[in-house]
Every structure is written in structure tokens, then in C-alpha cells.
């Protein structure tokens, strides 16, 4: 059969690359080498959705021979390859992989990428020493806290100041730098931000009880400086492994790029990157291989799954002279093709371009921590300022009082509180979402999910579960289903899945031949079978007005038997579509399937605006018409048609079984067959921004009544710290409430 | 209060050998892939021979 030369090309093409040395690899220029010989390959793996995935990749390369290293990062999904040989090997590793049923992509580290892993060690290092000093310091001022001179005396005390001092300064000159370079930075462009204060009142915090130490004085603030650090450097950290993971979303898109296609040169077969491919060539594409560029078909009959780009939940028959997009799937027989449009121009290319602009518009989201900053910050230097003039103006003590005075002011309004009040809800709403099996990946998306006035749904894979299910099987009869389901077992056509899932027992063995475009035949016990299409072997009277997913199976001699299928609803979806409507949200269906199948479940979820036939550029277009509109728009979607409007609304959400791309690109993934985890997060997101608004009333509060105190200088050292720490431990309690709610 | 003497050295030094510790689990990566790790655990050293 031609279909099995065909189809087999993908093995044997890269099979012929290895062996023969005249070809060079396509994949050598990935390959980077070090002075030792050994060979390092970094790939991009698509496929990998659960642990076994790890054991079964990596112990299938690591027994080739010279191989140094073979790891998968499953938490980035990428695969690390090392080896001592020739770089030509490439393509026999990534022919190894593919084979086991993976689509790996040769991955180039951006420039950003790099810097932001460094940047993460460094984060990491400064948290560590942080963590480390505050428990020591801990240690030493717990006695210092519970005991007075007469008790522990003053030799032990002035002891224990400058063990305090010794393991203080050093850690804050080395974990504070985070906050001193950001602090830095915007005072040299003439702006402040909440490091401001931070930094300010470290280092005052630091310096004053260096003072007070060299003076013998009875209280030093040690503890406070590094606790502060401490805490605050948890925050940052958390928030920046948020960041870096939106980040990797454009980096896996274009890695997608990266691929290779078969090109015809007259008679011959070359390999080549597929951003290498120029308008006009010819290309072969195998059978689950993915349509490397824009194109027109010139020989073949096949189905292409075009769900990954448009959402459409029936695979699409093309014939010679139909036209392709880049990304979409060729699922039934190969396929020779023209190149319509080079790589960089096609559809793939226009939807990384949309994410990037997209990913421009979110940058401009404000961050409510930094929005209270920015009203606290010039507040906090005034009144300080207006402290020290106050006394060293109109009262005649000494000027060294006057500045104490002023400090205390500072760090009795030390935004020890305020920079807790976001990030312990946002930490503990995340822990406690993570753990209901919604995925949050980065703690402000709690914030902008508290925002949202609008939702914007997919249907394929969103509302339904984006995978057909036989829904007359009650009708057939057993053996037409075993009859069906065993014809089924030999195409990846998502209705004969649907098939062969319907059915459980014992299959007939058939020779079957796959009818491109048509079905599937085969002959059994003397009769020919056929399963296809209704205009194949379909009833030949009946009317062509249904538009219902449905294939038929024919026996010569009886009258053919109708299969209905239908893209299920998943079970909650109307349950959720009503919960949001409670929550006063407007909700939006939009999808890329036909308009029959949209308004079907637009009217059975009770959806009042929907839209049908969307390209991800239209879809994109809507979403900026609502956010010009003012309105705070969520999207909920799974394919790379939706990648766009994911990235770009101000907040997304994805099923775990959604695209690589569009659970990267979301802010938060669920996991399993319910759509009801959205809502309750939406809920849980309101919940823990209530929490965060009181929280800052609560440091709004003590902050109102601590400062005047502090001014008129009736606040001793001592009591600062104490009204610090109890008003951090009244915001972090306070945070705790989530725990009933969630 | 001599105890000290001793008392403190000790509890800085075992904070010491903590952050050595940290640093170490750093530098060799171990914070790369915070998931793969759980799951590694459950994998037997040797493939069973495929059926």
C-alpha cells in the first residue's frame, strides 16, 4: 500500500540522515560542544503530561552507548542530552524520542531565558543567607526580649548585641540587594517604589542599633532588620517564579518553529528546518505530522485535525488544491504539498506575534502592592522629615535625640506589615488552590481574577471535553458495534476513537484499507464492510441538511447503520456558566467551530452572546474590543487559536489538557473533567482580595495610631518593635481566614 | 554564664553547616525541577523486560 511508504517517512528519512555522513545533520547546528568532546543538546518535549513519561524517555537513551546524561526537567518540560561523539548524532536522539511518541524540538535558551534562571539562583542565595541569619539573630534576641540587665547582665547583653551585629551587617549588605539595586534604580530616575522604604528602613533599622550598640544602649533592632528581609525576600522570590514561568510560553511557541520538514528536490528527499522552507517548494507530510507551513495540497486525499488552530471539533477532508494552515495536524493519509507562504509568515508566526504584543499590554497591569506603595512611600519620608524638623526646630533637645526620634518614626512605619498584607494571601490562596488542583502561576493573577467583570469561553476542549462520544449507541446492535469498533481500532480519525472507546470485548481481525477522505473498508466473512462518510457509504436518498457529527457502516446486502456523535458538555459546564452570572460576570462564547454546533450549546448552557467561525485574530479583536470597552475580561480556552486572547486578557485560564502553549500562556490550569474549579477559584480570588484590603486597613490603622505616638517621641525603641511585629502577626493572622473560605 | 562560650559557637556553626548545606543543594541544581523529584522516587532502579 502506498500509504505505509508514505507514512513510514519520518523514521526513515531521519534514519537515512544518520548513517550517511555525505548529508549533513539538520539538527548539528543545535548541538553545542565543550573542549572535553561531549556534545549538549537541549530539547523542547511536547507530549510529556505525567511522571511515567520521565522514566520512559530517559531510560531509553540513557543505555545508548557514549551517552553522559539524559534528563527531563519535568517541571519545564524540557530534556537536557549529553554525549561524547559527533554532533551529527542529534538526529538519531531526537528520531529516538519521536519515536516513543513525543514531538521534540530542538530549544535555543533565549538571551532572557538564561539571565532569568541566573537571576532565580541569585533570589535564591539571598534567601538562604536571610533565612539563616533570622534564625540565629532569633535565637540570641529571645533572651534578649524575656530578660532585663539585673537578670541576664550587662557584659552578656552587650555580648549578645554584638554576636547580633556580627551575623546582622553582613547579611544585610548581601541579601538586601535585591531591594537596594530596585531602590537604586528608580531614585536615579527621579521615582520611588515600595523598595524605597524598604531599603530606608533596613538600613536605619541596621545603622541605629549599630549606634545604640556602641552606646550600650538597652534595645538593638537586629532582629527586626533581618526578619523583614527575610520575609519580604520570600515574597519577591514567589513572585518572580510566577513571572519567569509566563515567560516560557513564547519560548516553547517558537520552538515549535524549530522542526524540520521533507522536502522534494525532483526525485530526491532532503530534511530540512522548517524555517528554511521558501514559498513554492514542494514538501511531503506524513501521516500525525504536523503542516509545517501555510500550504496548498498538490497530491493526496486526507483529513487534517484543524482543532490545535481553530477550535473546529470535526477534521476537515482536503483534496488537491485545498489550502493549509501551519500547525494543524495531517491525521489520515500523507500528503504532498506547495509552500504557500514561508514559516515566518504563516499563521504559527502571526499567532507568536499576536502573544507578543499581547504580553506588551499585560506588562502595564499595576500591581495593588505597588499602588499603595506609591501613595505610602512620599507620605513615610515627609513625616519623618517633618519629625526631625519638628524637634530640632522647636524644642531644645540635642540633635542626636532628634534624629532617634525621626528614625523610630521610620521604622515604626517600616512597611513590615504593608509588604506582607499581598503576599502571604496570595501565597496561602495559591498553596490552598494547588492543592484543589488549579495551578496558579503567579500570585497578582489572584488580583486580576478579583477584577474580572467579563468571560470569555471556548467551547472544543473548554465547555466540552474536545473528544467526540458515540451518543445513539443504545440503537446499534452488539455486533454492528464490534463489527464497527474493529474497523475503527485502525484509524486515528477522533470519531473511530470515539468508536473504539464505545466498545469493550473481543475485536474481529480484519485486513483493513484506509479510503483517504472516505472511510475505512475491509472485507469481512465474504462480504465487503465499509465505515465511513455518509457520501460514501451512507443511505444514497437521504437529504444532506443534518450537520451532525455522524459516520455510517455498510455491509453489502443491508441497510447501512447510522453512528451519531457529539462533543460532550462537560458536566458541570451549565452548573458554572450560572455560577459566574451569579457572580454579576457577562459571559461570551466564543468559539472556532461551526455555527450550528456553537449556538447548540449556547442555548443549552444559556449563553446569550455568542460568536461562531472565530480565528484567533478575531477572537484577539473582540477581546480588545471589551478591554477598550473598560471592562476587565477573563478568558478560558485550550488551543493555540486561543493562545492570543490568553495571553493578552488580563487574566486566563486553562484545562490541563489544553495545547502546551495555552497551558503556558494561561495564568491558572485545572485539572481534571470539571469546569467548576474555575469558579471556585474566581471566588476564592474575591475572597483573598477582601482579605488583602483589609489587610492594608489593618496597616493603614496601626500605622494612624503608632505615628503620632512616635512623633511627639513617646514611643520608646522597645515598643516600636513590638507594635511592628504584633502588627505583622495581625495581617499574617488575618491571612489565615482564607483557610475556612477556600 | 561561661556555657556560653561554648553554647553560642556551636549554635552559629550548626547554622553554618545549614547554609552550607543550602548552598550545595544549590549549586548542583536541585531546585531546577521542584516536581520531577517527587515523582522520581516512586521509579525502580531497572525497567522491567517489556512484554
Not at chain 1, 538571551?111 to 534564625?135: I, N, P, T, Y
Not at chain 1, 547582665?153 to 547580633?164: A, K, Q
Not at chain 1, 461562531?612 to 474590543?625: G, I, S, V, Y
Request: net charge negative; aromatic share 6%.
Amino acid at each position: 500500500m502506498a500509504k505505509a511508504a508514505l507514512s513510514d517517512l519520518p523514521s526513515d528519512r531521519i534514519a537515512v540522515a544518520a548513517n550517511d555522513l555525505s548529508q549533513t545533520s539538520v539538527y548539528a547546528p543545535f548541538v553545542s560542544s565543550d573542549a572535553a568532546g561531549i556534545q549538549t543538546l537541549v530539547l523542547a518535549v511536547e507530549g510529556v503530561h505525567c511522571p511515567a513519561c520521565i522514566q520512559k524517555i530517559e531510560s531509553s537513551l540513557a543505555g545508548l552507548d557514549g551517552m553522559k546524561q539524559a534528563r527531563l526537567n519535568y517541571s519545564t518540560k524540557r530534556l537536557t542530552l549529553a554525549w561524547a561523539g559527533t554532533a551529527a548524532r542529534a538526529d538519531e536522539l531526537i528520531a529516538r524520542v519521536t519515536s516513543l511518541g513525543y514531538r521534540a524540538q530542538p530549544f535555543e535558551p533565549e538571551r532572557a531565558e538564561r539571565s532569568d534562571s541566573e537571576h532565580a539562583r541569585f533570589l535564591r542565595m539571598c534567601l538562604g543567607v536571610a533565612g539563616f541569619a533570622s534564625g540565629n539573630i532569633m535565637l540570641l534576641s529571645f533572651a534578649l526580649w524575656l530578660t532585663d540587665a539585673h537578670q541576664m547582665g550587662l557584659v552578656t547583653r552587650e555580648f549578645f548585641h554584638l554576636i547580633s551585629a556580627l551575623i546582622a551587617v553582613p547579611t544585610v549588605a548581601y541579601s538586601g540587594r535585591p531591594f537596594f539595586r530596585s531602590a537604586f534604580a528608580v531614585l536615579s530616575q527621579g521615582r520611588t517604589n515600595m523598595d524605597v522604604p524598604i531599603s530606608l528602613g533596613v538600613l536605619l533599622a541596621t545603622g541605629m542599633s549599630l549606634f545604640e550598640m556602641f552606646h550600650g544602649a538597652e534595645h538593638v533592632f537586629f532582629d527586626s532588620a533581618v526578619m523583614l528581609l527575610f520575609f519580604l525576600l520570600i515574597g519577591r522570590y514567589l513572585d518572580f517564579m510566577a513571572l519567569s514561568n509566563a515567560r516560557r510560553a513564547a519560548g516553547d511557541l517558537l520552538s515549535m518553529m524549530a522542526g524540520t520538514a521533507t522536502v522534494l528536490d525532483g526525485t530526491q528527499t532532503r530534511t530540512i528546518l522548517i524555517r528554511d522552507l521558501r514559498e513554492g517548494m514542494v514538501a511531503l507530510v506524513g501521516t500525525g505530522e504536523r503542516i509545517p507551513a501555510d500550504a496548498t495540497v498538490l497530491e493526496g486525499v486526507s483529513d487534517i485535525d484543524t482543532s490545535p488552530v481553530t477550535g473546529e471539533s470535526l477534521p476537515q477532508s482536503v483534496k488537491s488544491g485545498d489550502s493549509l494552515y501551519s500547525g494543524t495536524i495531517n491525521i489520515a493519509a500523507p500528503l504532498k504539498i506547495r509552500i504557500a507562504r514561508a514559516a515566518e509568515d504563516s499563521l504559527l508566526a502571526d499567532v507568536i506575534r499576536m502573544m507578543e504584543k499581547a504580553e506588551q499590554g499585560q506588562a502595564r497591569y499595576v500591581r495593588i502592592a505597588d499602588r499603595a506603595a506609591k501613595m505610602y512611600t512620599p507620605v513615610v519620608h515627609i513625616l519623618a522629615a517633618a519629625t526631625l524638623i519638628g524637634w530640632l526646630g522647636f524644642s531644645d533637645v540635642p540633635w542626636q535625640q532628634a534624629l532617634m526620634t525621626a528614625v523610630t518614626v521610620l521604622i515604626i512605619t517600616c512597611p513590615c506589615a504593608l509588604g506582607l498584607a499581598v503576599p502571604v494571601v496570595q501565597v496561602l490562596g495559591v498553596g490552598r488552590l494547588m492543592r484543589r488542583g488549579v495551578l496558579i502561576k503567579s500570585g497578582d493573577a489572584l488580583e486580576r481574577l478579583a477584577a474580572v467583570d467579563t468571560v470569555i469561553l471556548d467551547k472544543t476542549g473548554t465547555l466540552t471535553l474536545g473528544r467526540p462520544a458515540l451518543t445513539n449507541g443504545a440503537d446499534i446492535t452488539a455486533a454492528d458495534l464490534r463489527l464497527a469498533a474493529s474497523l475503527a481500532a485502525h484509524s486515528k480519525h477522533p470519531l473511530s476513537v470515539a468508536i473504539a472507546h464505545a466498545y469493550e470485548g473481543p475485536l474481529y481481525d480484519l485486513s483493513i484499507e484506509e479510503v483517504p477522505g472516505c472511510g475505512l473498508a475491509a472485507t469481512f466473512e465474504g462480504t465487503d464492510v465499509k465505515l465511513g462518510s455518509r457520501a460514501w457509504c451512507g443511505p444514497k436518498n437521504a437529504t444532506e441538511t443534518d450537520s451532525a457529527l455522524e459516520i455510517w457502516l455498510a455491509r453489502a446486502g443491508t441497510a447501512p447503520v447510522r453512528f451519531l456523535f457529539d462533543d460532550p458538555l462537560r458536566t458541570d459546564a451549565g452548573e458554572t456558566v450560572r455560577a459566574f452570572e451569579r457572580m454579576g460576570l457577562a459571559v461570551i462564547l466564543a468559539s472556532g467551530d461551526r455555527e450550528s454546533a456553537v449556538s447548540k450549546t449556547a442555548e443549552s448552557l444559556g449563553i446569550p452572546e455568542w460568536h461562531a467561525h472565530m480565528k484567533p485574530a478575531d477572537k484577539f479583536a473582540l477581546l480588545e474590543r471589551l478591554k477598550a470597552g473598560g471592562h476587565k475580561v477573563m478568558m478560558v480556552g485550550d488551543g493555540l487559536n486561543d493562545a492570543p486572547v490568553l495571553t493578552g486578557a488580563d487574566v486566563s485560564a486553562s484545562p490541563a489538557t489544553g495545547l502546551d502553549i495555552a497551558r503556558n500562556a494561561a495564568d491558572l490550569v485545572y485539572t481534571g473533567d470539571k469546569f467548576a474549579p474555575v469558579a471556585r477559584t474566581l471566588a476564592a480570588a474575591r475572597f483573598s482580595q477582601h482579605l488583602v484590603i483589609e489587610n492594608f486597613l489593618l496597616a493603614i490603622a496601626y500605622n494612624v495610631l503608632a505615628v503620632p505616638l512616635a512623633m511627639a517621641g513617646y514611643v520608646t525603641p522597645l515598643v516600636a518593635a513590638i507594635a511592628m511585629s504584633s502588627s505583622s502577626l495581625i495581617v499574617i493572622a488575618n491571612a489565615f481566614r482564607l483557610r475556612s473560605r477556600t | 554564664m561561661s556555657i556560653l562560650l561554648y553554647l553560642i559557637p556551636i549554635a552559629l556553626f550548626l547554622g553554618l553547616c545549614w547554609l552550607g548545606v543550602f548552598v550545595w543543594s544549590l549549586r548542583t541544581g536541585q531546585y531546577d525541577d521542584l516536581e520531577g523529584a517527587a515523582n522520581r522516587i516512586l521509579f525502580d532502579d531497572e525497567m522491567p523486560p517489556q512484554a
